[in-house]
């Protein structure tokens, strides 16, 4: 079903690009390093419409290499009425934002699946706020560039046991399409029609790998708002 719906919206998404509607830098990076597999991308989280475009960056490449179409990790309460196969079908695990036992319970269990997807050489798409950046009570900034700071480190950890690349990407949108915090529908809205929304810029970083006998789950998230947040120098 992902790769159904990928395709479908894949043709649209490489003509807003075409368009410079949606402007990509690192792409080829990033396509060669999701090739390969085991690679954790996280990126700020601006509004709602990233999380769909981002698995649309390697349409099509993730019609012949189904692990190229990476994994998300949606908030539990948005598809509250899939079931587990949907989810399944959808490459969505499921995590609980709150502290509440039953989100503690459900993120032990998305932890685990996720360590098993990267021996499966799987791909991940992770927002790690905890939200929307807007919405969060503490923030970090480098320049103009902001984002809330990361709370959960546990996606982090289990990229450090299997050594799965990090790869941070920095989500840029003009004020009008932040605005309000629109939902998805509206969001669609001023991206196809308004041009003073455009362009949205995805910018892929280098990736690197956490090593070392001992995760320390602090230092990890500090390095990795950093690594989102920095522009890279022109080569």
Request: proline share 6%; hydrophobic share 45%; net charge positive.
């Amino acid at each position: 079903m992902a790769v159904l719906l990928g395709t479908l919206l894949g043709l649209p998404f490489w003509l807003l690009g075409l368009f410079r509607i949606i402007r990509i830098s690192g792409y080829w990076r990033a396509v060669n390093y999701v090739r390969r597999g085991r690679v954790l991308i996280v990126a700020n989280h601006p509004s709602l419409i990233e999380t769909f475009l981002i698995p649309l960056v390697f349409w099509p490449w993730a019609m012949f290499r189904l692990r190229m179409f990476p994994w998300s990790l949606p908030d539990k309460n948005l598809f509250k009425g899939f079931t587990p196969e949907h989810h399944e079908r959808l490459r969505c695990v499921r995590v609980g934002r709150d502290d509440t036992l039953e989100s503690r319970k459900l993120n032990w269990s998305a932890m685990k699946r996720v360590m098993e997807h990267f021996e499966r050489q799987q791909c991940f798409v992770a927002h790690l706020e905890g939200g929307r950046t807007s919405k969060q009570a503490e923030h970090v900034s480098v320049g103009p560039n902001r984002m809330g700071k990361i709370k959960n480190a546990q996606i982090l950890k289990a990229a450090w046991k299997k050594g799965a690349w990090i790869m941070p990407l920095h989500v840029k949108m003009t004020d009008d399409m932040r605005r309000d915090l629109p939902g998805f529908g509206e969001s669609l809205r001023r991206l196809l029609l308004s041009p003073k929304c455009w362009p949205i810029r995805l910018e892929f970083r280098r990736p690197y790998r956490i090593v070392g006998q001992r995760f320390d789950e602090e230092t990890e998230k500090r390095r990795l708002e950093l690594a989102i947040l920095t522009p890279e120098l022109p080569a």
